[in-house]
Each structure stands twice: as C-alpha cells, then as structure tokens.
C-alpha cells in the first residue's frame, strides 16, 4: 500500500498483493465468442467474429470460478462481482478499497461514502456528482471510472483504475528528510519531477476546457505511477464553472460541458470556504465563489512547483488559521531567499512568483501558459545538458594534449594555443566544467620551456617603454650638470681647453639622452657611443677636483644606469668603461703623463684642479650640489626601477591568482 495515507484514489505502490497476482496467473478457459452472450437490460448482444476464441480469467463466486457461458452477466450480484481486499485510503467524504472484480478479472479501486454520512443527500450529490465529473474527464492523467452503482445494502459506490504509484506528497517528504533511497533520488529528479509537472498542467488545462475547475490542487492529490504515468486525483470538490453547485443539467452529451446528470447539491454560499489551507487561493480563502475559476487552480499548482524546487511548502504555519493568514498576506516566492542552498534557477523563480500573485489578474492566464513556462524551462534545460556533454568532450580532448605538452612530449606554441582554444571551448559550452578549468590553470602556471616569439616581442616592447623612462631621467640629469656651469665660471678656470671640452661632453651626452627618448631611436649602437662619451665626461670631471673626490660616485651612478637599460648584451663593456673613467687618470698621473691632482706631506693631502682656480665658497657650493644631485639622480633611478619591477610582479602575481581560481578546489594544493 501507499505509506502516505492517501485520500481518494491513493493506492499501493510496488507489486500487487499474493492474491491478486495469483488470480492473473490462474489457468484460463478458451470459449467461443460465437457461443457467448450477454444480457444487458432488455437487450441481447452477440460476440462477433465466430472464429476467434477469448481468454476469460475465472474471478470467485461463493469459491466458485466465474464461467462467461453460465449465463448472463446481469445475474453476478454486487457481492459475487466485488471483492474487498485492502483499505488504500480515506477522506472526509468516503473511503477507497482495493477490490477484485471477478468479472472483469482484475484490481480495482472503489470509492464509497462513509456510513455516518450515507444519509446526508448534499454529501451523496457531491459524491455522486465527483463520479460523474471524473468518469467524463477521459484524459490520460485523470483516473478512469469503471463503474458506478449501489450495493445491496443501497450505498453508492464507484470503481475506478487500480493505481501503482507514491504520491508527490510521499516523494517530497522523503527528498525533504533526507530519507530518500537511492531508487528515488535518482528517479525523482529535479527534471523528472518539472516533467511530470507540466503533465499536470496539460490535464487540468483539459479539465478547464470542459468547464471544470479542481480546487483541491496539492500534492497529495497527484500520484507518480511506478511506469512514468501521472495522475491528478480527488475531483470531490470541483467546481463546474458557470454553473451554481445547487444545480446541473444533463444537456452535455459530448459537448464541452459536464454532464452531471440530475444531480443537485445545496449550494455554495458565498464565503464558503471548500479547499486545503496552503493551496487555495487568496479568493478562495475569502469564499468568494463567483471569482472562482482557473486562476485558482493557477494559484496552486505554483504552490505545488515551489514545493517541488524548495522541499518548501509556499505557506508555513501549524494551523489552519496560520496558513490563511500567510495566503492573505501574499505569498513569498523568491526561492532564492527562502531555499538559497537549492541554488533555484531564477526562471523558475520568476514563474513561482507569478502564479502564486495575490492578486488573480497577475497570474498566468491560464495552467496551460504556466505549463509552457516550465516547458521552456526545461527544453532551455535539455540544451544545457547538451551542452555540458560536448564540454565533456572538448576538456577530455584538452586534458589529453596538456598531458603531453607537460610532459615535453610536443610543447610548442602551436599546440599550446590548441590545448588552451579547446579548453576555452569546454568552459564556454560549461563554466562550471573543472576538468578544463584545471588544463587552462596548469598551462597558465607552467611557462614553456622555449619561450615564443610573441612573447619575446612583447616583452622588448615592454622593456623598452622602461628603458626610454631610463634615458629621460638621464638627459635631465645632464640638464642639471649644465646649469653648474655659471658656478665653475664663477670658481675660475685655469685651462679653458680642458674646461671646454667637459662642456661639450656634458652638452653630448645630454643630447644623445634626449635623441634616444623619440620613439625606435634608442639602438644599441647609440646606448655604446653614450656609454663612451659618458666615460670621457668622468675623467675630464676628475681633472676639476681630482679623481678621488667626485669621479668615482659619477662613475658608479653611471654605470648602474646603463646596466640597468634592456638594450646592453655586453654589460661587461659598460663595467670596464665605468673602470676606465678612474683608472684612465690615475694611471696618466701616476705615470706622470698628467700633472698629479693629489700632493702629500705630513699627513696632510692637497688637492689640485688643473681646471679650476679652486676657491672656499664657490667650491664648497659646487661640491655640495655636485653631491646632491648624484644622490637624488640615483635615488630616482632606484625608486623608477623599483616601481616598474613591483608593477611587472605585481602583474604576475595577479594573473596567476586569477588562474588559480578557475583550478578546482581539490587541486589548489597539487
């Protein structure tokens, strides 16, 4: 039997009881149609076809088998035809039992009114009616009605298909409390469940188009068959609409009316409140009957798909009241406030909201529109999967050629920009795919061994916009040697020759500086011939005061500047010109080439310029800004280099952070 109790048409789910299916399994007996009859009424109906025999499966009579040729059917009384087997469920109104009908040879639900109801004629005309309305309803997802009479004790009665199945209700808690098998987490998927939605849809848009609204929506009231069947079940309280519950006529015939037969029921009264708190609608809360029509049975299957996405129902409460307060307040929805860790697709989102609006009018306009909204959902849904599969493919295919260029098997650019353009392809089709995540995060943080052309001409480029950065603040420190020259002036100059000459490679080397910061303008050749200059500038400086005292600082700034430019291969030239610009003079002076800067007596060491008419004040003043335009010169040069290589770090750092985070977790630590 169903585990959830259900009301109505509820019925066991699995195999079917020992009895039953040692009855399908009986022997048979072969009889002629030819000989075989049936009396209905005052009518006789002959089998056609002589030639063809039937299979008839004996059911009980008083322990004995039911024989097709033993006379009419007419003669099998109520208690011959039906047996009671189990109790599958009960409801306000009636009860349903597993019977056997022995004629027919099978399992069937019957419904019938409780017994301390038998004599309320409202209650038998809403049951009576129930019967008649559903038996008209001939929809695959709408239980079918056998047959429908009185006992021999005189209380109604109507059979109905046998079902297989767990209601929604029973697979919702189970997937709520997490005690769910595996059988059922995997056949009750999210998709399975929308599917089987839009099913409901379907049917109760037919319903609606014979004039029948359900108004007792929820999912108690839908049943999941063990074989992919769906049914709505409980037509007990349906409305037909346009006509007053008091009274229907039987002018339908197979018109897109009901027919309900001569059947009449008090009527509703306005405020009458017929439903199940938590699924009706705020009008049928209010009882306001008039309003009642497909907008309501909107209202509840969006209850329904809310619970459905969320394991949520849409109204919470412990009572009755509680939940119609909560429906009068409005709904809340947003899935995504309500249920975030279910991670509810916001257009399925959007589709609760709307069919669970307060207000009628901002609704779907009818169950077939919201079923195509949940249909649109999931054929987009489909595509995805689709499209997650050739993502599969594509990071297989990646994951592969990775393989192989980290393992030096083939890692070249071409088939770099192969493996990459493929993962990127997996990743687009699937931004969550973590296989090809992982390929593009391994590539990025593994450099080639060779590195390729285009990241060697980008990296000159780069180099170059540094060293030009370089060469600017060069020519403006040649600038400021020039603007001394007043004060060498104002010193005095003993050897013009030699003075003119120092001029000439200040204003030189200044030139070259500013020439080399135009755009392709800085070669290597031009870096040699400043290099050059440079030097020569030196040694003449050291025959102003001497070598000692100003020569060795200019050189060492200086040849820290050029090495520090990109353009050098050689950078042992730029060291033995720096040398040079020291050790030049002190070997002419110490060969006696050139008059010596340095005497000594005593301790005492006399500086000599052969430039310059050394006096105390213009000296000093010279020296002391000599001095400190070397310190900010190299303290600019180091602050430009530090900044352009904390930038470049910087830049790595971010761009493997950045390729860190499309690595899985799992191979963070790998």
Known sequence: MSDDGGKGTGTPAGTPDSD?????????????????????????????????????????TGGRAINLRAGPLTQYKFDDRYKARDLLGKGGMGEVQLCRDGVVGRSVAMKT?????????????????????????????????????VDENGAPYFTMKRLKGMTLHTILRKLRDGKADADVTATFTNHKLLSEFTNVCQAMEFAHSRGVVHRDLKP????LGDFGEVYVLDWGIAKIAGVDDEEVSADAGDSARIDTGQITTEKTAYGAVLGTPGYMAPEQIRGEVDAIGASVDVYALGAVLFEILTLQRLHQGKTGAALIASTSQGADATASTRAPERNVPPELEAIC????????????????????AVEAFLAGDRDLEQRR????????????????????????????????????????????????????????????????????????ASLQKRAVLHV??????????????????????????????????????????????????????LMHIAIVINTLFIIFIGRAFGWIVLAPALAAVSTVAFLLQPHLQRPSFTVV??????????????????????????????????????????????????????????????????????????????????????????????
């Not at 001394?484 to 003993?494: C, E, H, N, R, S």
């Not at 910061?517 to 050749?525: I, N």
């Not at 499309?662 to 790998?670: C, N």
Request: hydrophobic share 40%; net charge negative.
């Open 113 to 149: 009114i409780h017994s301390h109801h038998s004599g309320n004629a409202d209650t038998l005309a809403r049951f009576l009616r129930e019967a008649r309305v559903q038996g008209q309803l001939e929809h695959p997802s709408i239980v079918p009605v056998y047959d429908m009479g």
């Open 220 to 223: 108690d009231n839908i049943m």
């Open 20 to 60: 039953a299916f040692a009855e399908t399994i009986a022997p048979v007996e072969e009889i002629s149609t030819a000989q075989t009859t049936a009396d209905v009424g005052s009518e006789k109906t002959m089998a056609a076809g002589s030639d063809e025999t039937v299979a008839a499966t004996p059911g009980t």
């Open 577 to 670: 010109c720096g040398v040079a610009a020291i050790m030049v003079p002190f070997t002419l002076e110490l060969t006696g080439v050139l008059p010596s800067s340095y005497t000594f007596s005593d301790g005492v060491m006399i500086a000599r310029s052969t430039m310059f008419d050394l006096k105390r004040g213009p000296f000093l003043l010279t020296f002391a800004l000599s001095a400190c335009t070397l310190i900010v010169t190299t303290a600019l040069l180091v602050l430009n280099n530090q900044r352009a290589s904390l930038a470049s770090e910087r830049q790595l750092h971010l761009q493997a952070w950045q390729m860190r985070q499309l690595m899985p977790e799992r191979s963070h630590d790998e």
């Open 353 to 372: 909201v709307k069919a669970t609006s307060l207000h009628a009018s901002d609704r779907y306009s009818s169950v077939r529109e919201l079923g195509d």
């Open 472 to 525: 600017r603040g060069a020519a403006w420190t040649y600038v400021a040697c020039l603007s001394f020259l007043p004060l060498y002036v104002w010193m005095g100059i003993k050897d013009w020759t030699v003075a003119s000459i120092t001029a000439v490679l200040i204003v030189a080397s200044a030139g070259i500086a500013a020439y080399g910061t135009r755009p392709g303008k800085l070669t290597r050749p």
């Open 389 to 460: 599969q050739l993502a599969t493919g594509y990071a297989e295919q990646a994951a592969t050629m990775a393989a192989r260029i980290l393992q030096d098997e083939e890692d070249t650019a071409q088939t770099r920009r192969e493996a990459m353009r493929t993962a990127s392809r997996a990743l687009a089709l699937d931004p969550e795919n973590e296989s090809a995540a992982y390929v593009i995060s391994q590539l990025m943080l593994t450099p080639p061994k060779r590195i390729p052309d285009e990241v060697e001409q980008e990296t000159h």
